[in-house]
């Protein structure tokens, strides 16, 4: 079985030479290498992973890009861009002809970086994005998903994720007290989800078993095809290979086809990563 995580984070530090944004803190006081990432999926038994540069870097992918060329089979990326910068306009044309880029990642889940979706600063990118077949993340609070399901009733050729099944603050009931909000966009044959980063938002220890039944509502809603796992391994309260586990062996009902899709095959075949 392919194992694939549809999100991680690398990075370097914060120095003179390549200064940070200070939007917001890392998940970890250390940077996370390449070559550190591929150490624990060799150890956890994780074939590739999808980088998503963090935000507190700023819109910038240069080590992203340097990981996918150093092991192209391991690594891909979904990149980031500006879209209140002139600089980015004209960029998606020719976005994936980026050696291991895949799409593009934006976040909205902060009252900082809402109206970057609210305020129509990214009209330019949902077009541009359909037209160059480019897939993109999103990451949006429960609240704000009829945001997104606007957007792609009015693109229904944009390939759209829900990143972490749109989970941004919270544990236990208070994180999933709107959880069928994002259930009911998956109405939408364009939109996808990943069913990532669930045990950030629970106190239960693993195997989670509290988890159980939204990971069962997110595959009935989704279906394997459009239903990602993933870690969003740098603030994982638990080791990366029960990250694995928890749906490789204590999900009973998720088997066979099914299971593969889940754990990667599904991911690589919607953002275009070839098998």
Known sequence: MLIVDSQVHIWGADTPERPW??????????????D????????AGVD??????????????DLALAAAKAHPNR?????????????SRGQIAGWLKQPGMLGLRFNFNTPVLLPLLTEGHMDWIWGEAEKYNVPLY????????????????????LKLVMDHMALTHGKDA???????????????????????????????????????????????????????????????????????????????????QDLDLVMGRAVCEWLGWKI
Not at 36 to 43: K, P, T, Y
Not at 77 to 86: H, L, N, V
Request: proline share 12%; charged share 25%; hydrophobic share 40%.
């Open 21 to 34: 944004p200070k939007r917001a803190p890392p998940q970890r006081p250390v940077p996370v290498t390449a």
């Open 36 to 43: 550190d990432l591929l150490g624990e999926m060799n150890a």
């Open 48 to 61: 590739r992973v999808v980088i998503v540069p963090p935000s507190w870097e700023g819109d910038r992918n």
């Open 75 to 87: 690594f891909a990326i979904m990149g980031r861009i500006d879209p209140e910068s002139p600089a």
């Open 138 to 157: 999103v990451l949006v609070s429960h609240a704000d998903v009829n945001l997104i399901d606007a957007v792609a009733e009015r693109y229904p050729r």
């Open 174 to 256: 208070d994180a999933f007290r709107d959880f069928d909000k994002v259930l009911a966009i998956a109405k939408r044959p364009n939109v996808a989800a990943k069913i990532s980063a669930l045990p950030c938002f629970s106190t239960d220890r693993y195997p989670y078993r509290t988890l159980h039944p939204f990971i069962r509502k997110a595959y009935d809603a989704f279906g394997p095809q459009r239903l990602f796992w993933g870690t969003d391994l740098s603030r994982s309260p638990i080791p990366y290979r029960q990250q694995v586990t928890l749906f490789t062996e204590e999900l009973p009902w998720l088997t066979g």
